[in-house]
């Protein structure tokens, strides 16, 4: 089993940042692709970003590609996104995820049913 806690939600104003983090817990961390997924209000969850188990792939979705960053610590069990010139339209609830069912070369966006594991989720709100 794993255990997924997210962290570092708020309220933040248009081109701003936040780092959120997700730290894990159970079976073994590093052996697992994790993502980031949200959802906002009226709206599907949606794919954010995905890291492999190695740190060495990742990909994300097109409208957040150069302003979000993925990042994970094997020896912190914890995974990051890192959020910058955060927009109004970035406000979501954000869960992370992690599966031990995706490869290594990570060269799409990854459903959200590949995932076993679920955080609680954070809230990100971005104002205008």
């Known amino acids: 089993q794993v255990q997924l806690v997210e962290s570092g939600g708020g309220l933040v104003q248009a081109g701003g940042s936040l780092r959120l983090s997700c730290r894990t817990s159970?079976?073994?961390?590093?052996?697992?692709?994790m993502g980031w997924f949200r959802q906002a209000p009226g709206k599907e969850r949606e794919f954010v970003a995905a890291?492999?188990?190695?740190?060495?792939?990742?990909y994300y979705t097109d409208s957040v590609k150069g302003r979000l960053t993925i990042s994970r610590d094997n020896a912190k069990n914890t995974v990051y996104l890192q959020m910058n010139s955060l927009k109004p339209e970035d406000t979501a609830v954000y869960y992370c995820?992690?599966?031990?069912?995706?490869?290594?070369?990570?060269?799409?966006?990854?459903?959200?049913?590949?995932?076993?594991?679920w955080g609680q989720g954070t809230q990100v709100t971005v104002s205008s």
């Open positions: 995820a992690a599966s031990d069912r995706i490869p290594l070369l990570i060269v799409r966006e990854t459903p959200e049913g590949l995932y076993d594991y």
């Open positions: 159970g079976r073994t961390f590093s052996s697992h692709t």
């Open positions: 890291i492999s188990w190695t740190g060495t792939s990742s």
